[in-house]
Protein backbone atom coordinates (compact mmCIF):
# COMPACT_ATOMS: atom_id res chain seq x y z
CA UNK A 1 0.00 0.00 0.00
CA UNK A 2 1.59 3.56 -1.07
CA UNK A 3 2.21 5.81 1.99
CA UNK A 4 0.56 9.08 1.41
CA UNK A 5 2.21 12.83 0.40
CA UNK A 6 2.09 13.81 4.14
CA UNK A 7 3.32 10.50 5.46
CA UNK A 8 6.29 10.17 3.66
CA UNK A 9 7.49 13.64 4.40
CA UNK A 10 6.58 13.38 7.90
CA UNK A 11 9.02 9.85 7.72
CA UNK A 12 11.55 11.85 5.89
CA UNK A 13 11.89 14.82 8.41
CA UNK A 14 11.97 12.11 11.45
CA UNK A 15 14.91 10.34 9.56
CA UNK A 16 16.48 13.79 9.47
CA UNK A 17 16.30 14.34 12.41
CA UNK A 18 17.53 11.17 13.96
CA UNK A 19 20.81 11.66 10.94
CA UNK A 20 21.34 14.84 12.73
CA UNK A 21 21.80 14.26 16.26
CA UNK A 22 23.67 10.87 15.11
CA UNK A 23 26.09 13.12 12.92
CA UNK A 24 26.13 15.93 16.09
CA UNK A 25 26.90 12.89 19.07
CA UNK A 26 29.19 10.98 16.48
CA UNK A 27 31.65 13.88 15.34
CA UNK A 28 32.06 15.15 18.77
CA UNK A 29 32.81 12.13 20.11
CA UNK A 30 35.64 11.75 17.26
CA UNK A 31 36.53 15.12 18.39
CA UNK A 32 37.31 13.96 21.95
CA UNK A 33 38.63 10.70 20.83
CA UNK A 34 41.59 12.67 18.61
CA UNK A 35 42.77 13.64 21.55
CA UNK A 36 43.44 17.52 19.23
CA UNK A 37 42.47 20.38 20.39
CA UNK A 38 43.38 24.40 20.31
CA UNK A 39 44.78 24.27 24.00
CA UNK A 40 48.23 22.04 23.36
CA UNK A 41 51.21 23.40 22.68
CA UNK A 42 53.96 21.08 20.68
CA UNK A 43 57.35 20.97 22.12
CA UNK A 44 59.31 18.19 20.03
CA UNK A 45 57.56 15.77 20.52
CA UNK A 46 56.15 16.28 23.70
CA UNK A 47 52.13 18.34 24.06
CA UNK A 48 51.40 20.05 27.13
CA UNK A 49 48.71 22.82 27.68
CA UNK A 50 49.53 26.27 26.11
CA UNK A 51 51.05 29.34 27.51
CA UNK A 52 48.28 31.16 27.78
CA UNK A 53 45.61 28.33 28.30
CA UNK A 54 45.15 25.96 31.69
CA UNK A 55 43.82 22.89 32.30
CA UNK A 56 40.53 24.44 34.14
CA UNK A 57 39.72 27.40 31.11
CA UNK A 58 40.28 25.60 28.36
CA UNK A 59 37.56 25.25 25.53
CA UNK A 60 35.15 22.61 25.80
CA UNK A 61 36.41 20.49 23.78
CA UNK A 62 39.85 20.13 25.43
CA UNK A 63 37.70 20.10 29.18
CA UNK A 64 36.41 16.93 27.39
CA UNK A 65 39.12 15.40 26.37
CA UNK A 66 41.13 16.30 29.74
CA UNK A 67 38.03 14.45 31.64
CA UNK A 68 38.05 11.25 29.56
CA UNK A 69 41.98 11.20 29.05
CA UNK A 70 43.54 12.32 31.83
CA UNK A 71 40.88 13.21 34.61
CA UNK A 72 41.50 15.00 37.69
CA UNK A 73 44.76 17.32 36.94
CA UNK A 74 46.26 19.91 38.85
CA UNK A 75 46.06 23.67 36.83
CA UNK A 76 49.99 24.62 36.11
CA UNK A 77 50.58 26.30 39.18
CA UNK A 78 51.31 23.15 40.89
CA UNK A 79 51.91 20.75 38.21
CA UNK A 80 52.89 20.71 34.26
CA UNK A 81 52.56 17.54 32.26
CA UNK A 82 53.81 16.69 29.19
CA UNK A 83 52.69 13.85 27.10
CA UNK A 84 53.81 11.85 23.86
CA UNK A 85 53.15 9.15 22.20
CA UNK A 86 56.32 8.96 19.49
CA UNK A 87 59.72 9.02 19.70
CA UNK A 88 61.73 11.96 19.19
CA UNK A 89 61.92 11.30 15.19
CA UNK A 90 58.39 11.74 15.47
CA UNK A 91 57.24 7.68 14.35
CA UNK A 92 54.55 6.42 17.21
CA UNK A 93 56.21 4.31 20.22
CA UNK A 94 56.25 0.40 19.18
CA UNK A 95 55.37 -1.47 22.40
CA UNK A 96 57.57 -4.49 20.60
CA UNK A 97 60.84 -2.27 20.31
CA UNK A 98 63.68 -0.82 22.70
CA UNK A 99 64.15 2.84 23.33
CA UNK A 100 66.38 5.09 25.14
CA UNK A 101 64.76 7.92 27.15
CA UNK A 102 67.83 10.55 27.65
CA UNK A 103 67.18 13.66 29.58
CA UNK A 104 68.18 15.83 32.51
CA UNK A 105 67.01 16.18 36.20
CA UNK A 106 64.40 18.91 36.07
CA UNK A 107 64.49 22.21 38.30
CA UNK A 108 61.21 20.95 40.18
CA UNK A 109 60.41 19.90 43.56
CA UNK A 110 59.01 16.08 42.08
CA UNK A 111 58.77 15.32 38.44
CA UNK A 112 58.69 11.94 37.29
CA UNK A 113 58.32 9.81 33.79
CA UNK A 114 55.39 7.50 33.49
CA UNK A 115 54.40 5.02 30.73
CA UNK A 116 51.12 3.72 30.49
CA UNK A 117 49.19 1.41 27.96
CA UNK A 118 46.21 2.39 25.15
CA UNK A 119 43.97 2.87 28.09
CA UNK A 120 45.72 5.42 29.84
CA UNK A 121 46.55 2.27 32.61
CA UNK A 122 50.03 1.42 34.57
CA UNK A 123 51.36 -1.70 32.45
CA UNK A 124 51.19 -4.93 34.10
CA UNK A 125 55.44 -6.20 34.62
CA UNK A 126 56.86 -8.73 36.69
CA UNK A 127 59.09 -6.15 38.12
CA UNK A 128 56.47 -3.75 39.11
CA UNK A 129 58.00 -0.43 37.99
CA UNK A 130 55.81 1.94 36.20
CA UNK A 131 57.77 4.72 36.16
CA UNK A 132 61.04 6.61 37.16
CA UNK A 133 61.39 9.70 39.56
CA UNK A 134 64.19 12.70 40.89
CA UNK A 135 64.33 9.55 43.57
CA UNK A 136 64.75 6.73 42.27
CA UNK A 137 66.16 7.08 38.46
CA UNK A 138 69.89 6.01 38.59
CA UNK A 139 71.76 8.85 37.43
CA UNK A 140 75.06 8.96 34.82
CA UNK A 141 78.46 9.86 36.61
CA UNK A 142 77.64 13.31 36.18
CA UNK A 143 74.89 13.02 38.75
CA UNK A 144 72.35 14.88 36.23
CA UNK A 145 72.01 13.03 33.28
CA UNK A 146 69.73 10.00 32.99
CA UNK A 147 69.12 7.05 30.59
CA UNK A 148 65.93 5.39 31.11
CA UNK A 149 65.58 2.27 29.06
CA UNK A 150 61.66 1.60 27.33
CA UNK A 151 61.71 -1.95 26.62
CA UNK A 152 59.08 -5.18 26.64
CA UNK A 153 62.85 -7.16 27.35
CA UNK A 154 64.59 -6.97 30.88
CA UNK A 155 67.14 -4.07 30.97
CA UNK A 156 69.93 -3.95 33.57
CA UNK A 157 68.92 -0.61 34.36
CA UNK A 158 66.25 1.62 35.11
CA UNK A 159 64.05 -0.74 33.02
CA UNK A 160 60.79 0.85 31.83
CA UNK A 161 58.64 -1.73 30.68
CA UNK A 162 56.37 -2.30 27.91
CA UNK A 163 55.22 -6.23 27.31
CA UNK A 164 51.50 -6.50 26.84
CA UNK A 165 50.78 -3.12 26.13
CA UNK A 166 49.51 -2.33 22.26
CA UNK A 167 50.24 1.21 22.75
CA UNK A 168 52.61 3.51 24.68
CA UNK A 169 51.67 6.62 26.56
CA UNK A 170 54.51 8.51 28.37
CA UNK A 171 53.98 11.37 30.61
CA UNK A 172 56.04 13.65 32.44
CA UNK A 173 54.99 15.64 36.16
CA UNK A 174 56.67 18.31 36.83
CA UNK A 175 55.32 19.35 40.17
CA UNK A 176 56.34 22.64 41.51
CA UNK A 177 59.22 23.32 39.15
CA UNK A 178 61.29 26.64 39.06
CA UNK A 179 60.38 29.86 37.30
CA UNK A 180 63.19 29.32 35.11
CA UNK A 181 62.01 25.67 34.18
CA UNK A 182 58.62 26.73 33.68
CA UNK A 183 59.55 30.07 31.49
CA UNK A 184 61.88 27.87 29.13
CA UNK A 185 60.24 24.76 28.56
CA UNK A 186 61.73 23.79 25.16
CA UNK A 187 62.93 20.61 23.16
CA UNK A 188 66.53 20.77 24.82
CA UNK A 189 65.21 20.80 28.54
CA UNK A 190 63.09 17.69 27.29
CA UNK A 191 64.22 14.18 27.24
CA UNK A 192 64.84 12.54 24.06
CA UNK A 193 63.07 9.01 23.17
CA UNK A 194 65.40 7.06 20.33
CA UNK A 195 64.88 4.08 19.26
CA UNK A 196 67.37 1.64 19.71
CA UNK A 197 66.17 -1.53 18.17
CA UNK B 1 5.20 30.46 -6.61
CA UNK B 2 4.64 26.95 -5.25
CA UNK B 3 7.65 25.46 -6.43
CA UNK B 4 9.45 28.72 -4.71
CA UNK B 5 7.70 28.32 -1.61
CA UNK B 6 9.07 24.54 -1.90
CA UNK B 7 12.40 25.35 -2.19
CA UNK B 8 12.28 27.60 0.62
CA UNK B 9 10.46 25.66 2.67
CA UNK B 10 13.10 22.77 1.87
CA UNK B 11 15.93 25.12 2.77
CA UNK B 12 14.76 25.78 6.02
CA UNK B 13 14.69 22.12 6.78
CA UNK B 14 17.92 22.03 6.15
CA UNK B 15 19.22 24.46 7.86
CA UNK B 16 17.17 23.71 10.63
CA UNK B 17 19.07 20.06 10.49
CA UNK B 18 22.69 21.11 10.63
CA UNK B 19 21.86 23.56 13.31
CA UNK B 20 20.42 20.36 14.88
CA UNK B 21 23.53 18.60 14.36
CA UNK B 22 25.99 21.47 15.54
CA UNK B 23 23.42 21.62 18.75
CA UNK B 24 24.32 17.88 19.99
CA UNK B 25 28.30 18.68 18.58
CA UNK B 26 28.19 20.98 21.60
CA UNK B 27 25.75 19.30 23.91
CA UNK B 28 27.83 16.18 23.74
CA UNK B 29 31.31 17.93 24.46
CA UNK B 30 29.92 19.71 27.37
CA UNK B 31 27.98 17.28 29.17
CA UNK B 32 31.00 14.47 29.03
CA UNK B 33 32.60 16.17 31.51
CA UNK B 34 29.44 15.67 33.78
CA UNK B 35 29.04 12.20 32.49
CA UNK B 36 32.69 11.11 33.33
CA UNK B 37 32.27 12.85 36.69
CA UNK B 38 29.19 10.26 37.98
CA UNK B 39 29.89 7.40 36.17
CA UNK B 40 33.71 7.58 38.23
CA UNK B 41 31.68 8.77 41.38
CA UNK B 42 29.44 5.94 41.14
CA UNK B 43 32.56 3.55 40.32
CA UNK B 44 34.51 4.14 43.16
CA UNK B 45 32.10 4.87 46.04
CA UNK B 46 28.32 5.38 46.49
CA UNK B 47 28.69 7.07 49.19
CA UNK B 48 29.06 11.34 49.47
CA UNK B 49 30.80 13.08 51.72
CA UNK B 50 32.92 10.37 53.04
CA UNK B 51 36.50 9.42 52.62
CA UNK B 52 37.91 6.48 50.44
CA UNK B 53 41.48 5.72 50.76
CA UNK B 54 42.65 4.21 47.87
CA UNK B 55 46.05 2.30 48.01
CA UNK B 56 49.29 2.57 45.56
CA UNK B 57 47.98 2.83 42.06
CA UNK B 58 49.03 -0.47 40.50
CA UNK B 59 47.65 -2.24 37.16
CA UNK B 60 45.77 -4.67 39.27
CA UNK B 61 43.18 -1.48 41.69
CA UNK B 62 43.16 1.21 39.47
CA UNK B 63 41.48 0.42 36.21
CA UNK B 64 38.67 3.53 36.33
CA UNK B 65 40.81 6.56 36.87
CA UNK B 66 42.97 6.51 33.53
CA UNK B 67 46.71 8.26 34.34
CA UNK B 68 47.63 7.38 37.98
CA UNK B 69 50.02 8.30 38.95
CA UNK B 70 52.23 5.23 41.20
CA UNK B 71 54.39 7.42 43.20
CA UNK B 72 51.65 8.87 44.73
CA UNK B 73 48.42 7.58 47.49
CA UNK B 74 45.41 8.95 46.85
CA UNK B 75 42.06 9.79 49.05
CA UNK B 76 38.82 11.25 47.72
CA UNK B 77 35.66 12.71 48.62
CA UNK B 78 32.20 12.25 46.29
CA UNK B 79 31.30 15.93 48.16
CA UNK B 80 27.32 16.58 47.91
CA UNK B 81 27.02 20.16 49.95
CA UNK B 82 23.30 21.54 49.01
CA UNK B 83 22.40 23.43 51.49
CA UNK B 84 24.91 22.20 53.42
CA UNK B 85 28.62 22.92 55.01
CA UNK B 86 31.55 19.79 54.50
CA UNK B 87 34.52 20.59 57.21
CA UNK B 88 37.66 18.54 56.25
CA UNK B 89 40.34 18.30 58.49
CA UNK B 90 43.73 16.24 58.84
CA UNK B 91 47.20 16.21 59.18
CA UNK B 92 49.93 17.37 56.56
CA UNK B 93 53.18 15.16 55.94
CA UNK B 94 56.16 17.62 56.98
CA UNK B 95 58.61 16.26 54.75
CA UNK B 96 57.10 15.31 51.69
CA UNK B 97 54.85 16.61 48.88
CA UNK B 98 50.85 16.59 49.64
CA UNK B 99 48.00 18.16 48.35
CA UNK B 100 44.18 19.00 48.59
CA UNK B 101 42.68 19.44 45.09
CA UNK B 102 38.69 20.10 44.82
CA UNK B 103 37.19 19.42 41.11
CA UNK B 104 33.22 20.59 40.19
CA UNK B 105 31.15 18.63 38.65
CA UNK B 106 32.49 18.87 35.35
CA UNK B 107 35.30 17.73 36.98
CA UNK B 108 37.77 20.75 36.38
CA UNK B 109 40.25 21.92 39.03
CA UNK B 110 38.96 25.12 41.29
CA UNK B 111 41.44 25.36 44.25
CA UNK B 112 44.22 23.24 45.29
CA UNK B 113 46.68 23.89 48.59
CA UNK B 114 49.83 21.98 49.62
CA UNK B 115 51.62 21.17 52.05
CA UNK B 116 54.14 24.21 52.05
CA UNK B 117 50.42 26.56 52.86
CA UNK B 118 49.53 23.75 55.98
CA UNK B 119 51.42 23.82 59.05
CA UNK B 120 50.86 20.31 60.30
CA UNK B 121 47.34 20.32 60.04
CA UNK B 122 44.63 21.24 57.68
CA UNK B 123 41.15 22.55 58.27
CA UNK B 124 38.60 23.68 55.39
CA UNK B 125 34.90 24.21 54.94
CA UNK B 126 33.72 23.59 51.97
CA UNK B 127 30.78 25.55 50.61
CA UNK B 128 29.01 26.38 47.71
CA UNK B 129 29.37 29.66 46.22
CA UNK B 130 27.32 32.60 47.14
CA UNK B 131 26.56 30.41 50.16
CA UNK B 132 25.28 32.97 53.44
CA UNK B 133 25.13 29.88 55.57
CA UNK B 134 25.85 31.02 59.80
CA UNK B 135 28.16 27.94 60.26
CA UNK B 136 30.54 30.14 57.91
CA UNK B 137 30.45 33.43 60.04
CA UNK B 138 33.61 32.86 62.45
CA UNK B 139 35.45 30.97 60.05
CA UNK B 140 38.47 32.63 58.49
CA UNK B 141 38.44 33.20 54.75
CA UNK B 142 41.53 31.19 54.28
CA UNK B 143 39.66 28.05 55.50
CA UNK B 144 36.74 28.31 53.19
CA UNK B 145 36.87 26.58 49.67
CA UNK B 146 33.74 27.74 47.64
CA UNK B 147 32.59 25.44 45.12
CA UNK B 148 30.96 26.87 42.22
CA UNK B 149 28.76 23.51 42.19
CA UNK B 150 26.81 21.60 44.99
CA UNK B 151 28.77 18.21 44.01
CA UNK B 152 32.15 17.34 43.25
CA UNK B 153 35.54 15.46 44.63
CA UNK B 154 38.14 16.45 46.75
CA UNK B 155 41.07 14.72 45.97
CA UNK B 156 44.04 14.43 47.92
CA UNK B 157 47.53 13.29 46.52
CA UNK B 158 50.92 11.99 49.00
CA UNK B 159 54.02 11.69 47.19
CA UNK B 160 55.52 8.43 48.47
CA UNK B 161 58.83 8.95 48.78
CA UNK B 162 62.38 7.45 50.38
CA UNK B 163 61.90 10.43 52.73
CA UNK B 164 58.93 9.45 54.25
CA UNK B 165 58.33 6.11 56.08
CA UNK B 166 55.52 4.65 53.76
CA UNK B 167 53.16 3.36 57.00
CA UNK B 168 53.61 6.52 58.44
CA UNK B 169 52.06 8.10 55.11
CA UNK B 170 49.36 5.75 55.37
CA UNK B 171 48.26 6.91 58.84
CA UNK B 172 48.52 10.47 57.71
CA UNK B 173 46.02 9.36 54.87
CA UNK B 174 43.58 8.15 57.56
CA UNK B 175 43.91 10.47 59.73
CA UNK B 176 41.73 12.95 57.64
CA UNK B 177 37.92 13.49 58.37
CA UNK B 178 34.86 14.69 56.66
CA UNK B 179 32.10 16.38 58.58
CA UNK B 180 28.43 17.48 56.89
CA UNK B 181 27.79 20.41 59.53
CA UNK B 182 23.98 21.24 59.79
CA UNK B 183 22.43 24.45 60.66
Given at each position: ?42 I??W?TI?K??D ?18 PLTKKEVIYL ?20 GKKFDARYWSI ?19 NF ?36 VIRLYQPSDELRNNLN??SLP ?6 | ?96 Y?S ?12 V?N?S ?42 L ?24
Amino acid sequence: MALNTKTQKRIILSLSVIAAIAAGIGSAVYSIRTWKNSSQDNIGNWQTIGKDKDVNNADLLSIAQISVYATYPLTKKEVIYLNTSTDSDGNVIDPKSDYVISGKKFDARYWSITAYDQDGFLIKNPVEKYSYNFEDVKYEKDSTSYKINLSAVKKDSNWLPTAGAQKIGLVIRLYQPSDELRNNLNKESLPIIQKVK
Amino acid sequence: MSTTKNITRKGIYGVAVVLLAVVFYYLTIWVTPYYVQNKIASQRSPDVNTLRFAKRPSPENNRVVPLPNPDFLYSSINYDIKDSVLKITGKVPDSTYWSIAAYQSNTTNFFVANDSQADGNFEYYLAEEGSTSALLKDIPKEKIIYSPTASGLILFRYLISKAYPFNTLVDLQHSVKAEKLAE
